[in-house]
């Protein structure tokens, strides 16, 4: 294992975000605030509680996991797609380095961006709203993974990426949409049939239910199916990481 | 000899279907100065990006001091720092940060003094702090030389280190990579300037359209493959060459005022002054004397053009 080459791209990676400090952490600190103020506060004053939660609170986990998603997509995806475009690849690629050992450089310094991330989101909204996790483990590993899993599906993205648009265009128009749609801000049960059901074909469904089972308790899908849908995103990420490594795939011609 | 790399059956084709290289052997002495010389799209980055693990090889194998650079890769890799002809480096990086980060990413631990004897070798350390995206071109190639330094390589790939880079520093470059290889370094450079091939490398090979069609050692081309010319200018034409000079190769002008003397290689110098003795006593009026030996230069022109027609 070269620890030492782990280690250079994890510090180089969070030096990066490092520069870019302001961008990296205020700009998805602002919009989740906004959000609060306006779904939480100015329309949430006027709704009843959702499945015996206070709307405010109601949207934290799903809020949280807006930004999480598109954040350790994007983090991730840059990382990556960064020195293919400007030719500093060469390095780790005539490097003994593994390709494991160069995705958990990247990944982890993106996932830790995110994860310092999510802290800064959650502390931000005890100052919209009253909450308390009633399983801080769940929701913390519930986290780890779901960050894991999108920073994984980032990496494939900035590989796969022939330019800065198409590194834009998953996250907003697929993912942002889909979590919107995703009972971020609505229960499933809310919806009238046919919607509920195609809602339940949403992947997103899974996650932002999983994060709302850990910390309120309740949730539209039990949540061991939620975990199982995480697992099995990871697990695909991975087995196409595996696969570009493996066949040089956009990177090794 | 003991050779450090050794390079057998390599060939490459794009997926464009470019055939890069053809079917390449060769080997790398230990510490010696290799240069590559092609013209554009000979083969040579393609060359080089193999054995480096840029590239994968079609088919053929490289060892690095006998470790396979597929199947023992990290081996392999390890004894080898390449700057590659592309100036790319991380625009909003430091440069210190950015050499120490390359000899992390060999598997090298910290080491702040080693870091400072390479930039102070590349004459970087007043820069240390500096934006690399702020340095001027022949500093940014002097940064990717000290990345690849970082790890201290055995071996040290240079693609065109000389490209865009002023006289002055051009020299300066050379005495680097002299040093570099006093210092027991093996180095394989390419290049255009020929004059650079001349001056530094022990062994040339020359590469053209993806085939290796000459390895030698320098001086060993120049004077199998060297020419020395003698052009004797006359003050009255002749209309042919006079009885005296039968015997020797020898061609006279069209407009009788030039004869002209080629012979290949060395040790011409004696046939050289029989010459212009026997011209002397034949009472040929001489105006100039203009002898001249083929540099590398032509012998690449040479090599190349006969292997195209
Ligand atoms: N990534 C690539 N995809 C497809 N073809 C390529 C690629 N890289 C190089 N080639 C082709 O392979 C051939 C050899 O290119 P290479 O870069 O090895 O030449 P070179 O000798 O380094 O040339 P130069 O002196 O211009 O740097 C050229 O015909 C080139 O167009
Ligand atoms: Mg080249």
Known sequence: ??????????????????????????????????????????????????????????????????????????????????????????????????????????????????????????????????????????????????????????????????????????????????????????????????????????????????????????????????????????????????WIFRTGYRLRT | MDSVISIKGLRKTYDAGTEALKGVDLDIRRGEIFGLLGENGAGKTTLIGIVCGLIRATAGTVTVDGHDNVTAYRAARARIGLVPQELAVDMFGHVRHTVEFSRGLFGKGRDPARIEEVLRSLSLWDKRDAKIGDLSGGMKRRVLIAKALAHDPDILFLDEPTAGVDVSLRRDMWALIGKLRDEGKTIILTTHYIEEAEEMADRIGVITRGELILVDEKRAMMEKLGQTRLS???????????????????????????????????GESAEVAEILKRMIAA????????????????IFVDLVGGKRS
């Open chain 2, 232 to 266: 004797v200018g006359l003050k009255a034409p002749l209309a042919a060459l006079p009885p005296a000079l039968d015997g020797l190769p020898l061609t006279l002008s069209d407009d009788g005022l030039t004869i002209v003397h080629q012979a290949g290689g060395e």
């Open chain 1, 1 to 242: 294992m070269n620890l030492n080459a782990i280690l250079a791209i994890y510090r180089f990676e969070l030096g990066r975000t490092w520069r870019t400090l302001f961008q990296s952490l205020a700009t998805p600190v602002i919009t989740t605030s906004l959000y609060f103020i306006v779904f939480g506060s100015a329309i949430g004053g006027r709704m009843a509680e959702v499945d015996g939660i206070p709307y405010g609170a109601f949207i934290i986990p799903g809020l949280l996991l807006l930004t999480i998603l598109s954040e350790s997509i994007g983090n991730a995806s840059f990382g990556i797609y960064l020195p293919r475009f400007t030719g500093t690849i060469y390095e780790v690629l005539s490097a003994p380095v593994s390709a494991t050992e160069a995705v958990i450089g990247y990944v982890g310094a993106a996932a830790t961006k995110s994860l310092i991330l999510a802290t800064i989101i959650l502390v931000t909204a005890t100052f919209f709203v009253d909450y308390s996790i009633l399983h801080p483990f769940w929701a913390a590993g519930f986290l780890l993974l779901v960050t894991l899993s999108f920073c994984l599906f980032g990496f494939i993205l900035g590989v796969w990426a022939d330019g800065f648009e198409r590194l834009q265009i998953v996250p907003l128009m697929i993912v942002t949409p889909l979590t919107f749609l995703g009972g971020t801000f609505y229960s499933i049960d809310m919806l009238p049939e046919p919607w509920r059901t195609a809602t339940l074909f949403n992947p997103i469904v899974y996650l932002v239910n999983g994060m709302r089972w850990a910390f309120y308790g309740t949730a539209d899908v039990a949540p061991g199916v939620s975990l199982a849908a995480t697992l099995a995103f990871m697990a695909i990420c991975l087995f196409i990481i595996n």
């Open chain 2, 283 to 298: 009472d040929i009026d001489i105006a100039t004397v203009d002898s001249s030996r083929s540099s590398l230069e032509d």
